[in-house]
């Protein structure tokens, strides 16, 4: 008898396209759901439950990814430091400190916390008996908790932005950010030929990010056409811009948690969702796109 297990058969791309569909509907409709209930406190502990979770779960892979690169991290530190930054710009939003109602006040809360959060580890550094890699390990536990919590944290600032029924914004950017990452995986694997930067990403391609484009902006325009009018600002002019830049963008952040993920040696940050992969690979393309839909909403869809 051969002692040598039977391998299982490889998902064809149609099996991990819808996998990852399905992954993403369910995830996503529980996080909306929550916030379109229309009682505070569970849309907002629900809220902030989720994005503590997706914070520190984030940053626990992204560290995983640091040590497989020889990298050296206080990773603890980073974790409490990313919990932190949540719970804390959360508090501030919601006008528990006494501070909503002000953009500015918060962004001043989080520089300050990340001056704080930067001598603390430095202090940490001191007193470390292990690592002598002084700006390896402090640069790479500060890049995390920028790269992860800190982007992500934008996703508040666009839930509470004053003035306007942040909600349809988060909405509206999650789901042009995840059609563009549909519409690059459907495209490019149907008919992508050219590859894009293949030393990070075999499987990009030029026509995948054509589709990614395309889907994207697509769904930007019918999004603007239906919820409009609950949407300050928000024009069509608006909406075919939106696609364009955040499509691009989310295929950018995708390369860029690639680039992280070939320095390691792995092809997914986890495998906690089902034909996604980890946290990592759920966020990658809405990190970016966070700060991004934020800065438009304050500077252009509400500018005076």
Known sequence: MSNVAATAPTPSKAQIFFRRLITTVILWTVILTSL????PWL?????????VVLAAAGLAEFYGLAASSKLFC???CGLAGGVLLMIGTFMNL??????NNSPARVN?????FVILFVLGLCVRQFVSKSSTAGISAIGTTLFGLMYVPWLLNFIQKINFFPGVDGKYYVLY????TKFSDMGAYAVGSL???HKMIPRISPGKTWEGFGGAIAVSTGSSVLFAHCFGDKMAGMTLTHAIILGVVLSSTAVIGDLIESLFKRQAGVKDSGSFFPGIGGILDLLDSLLFNAPIMYLYLRHVLTSP
């Open 36 to 39: 379109f209930s229309g009682h």
């Open 94 to 99: 919601t006008g528990h400190l006494g501070m």
């Open 191 to 193: 008919i992508g030929r």
């Open 108 to 112: 001043d809360f989080e520089s300050c």
């Open 74 to 76: 206080f990773k603890w």
């Open 43 to 51: 849309s907002n502990g629900v809220f902030l439950l989720i994005m």
């Open 173 to 176: 950017f999650i789901l042009v």
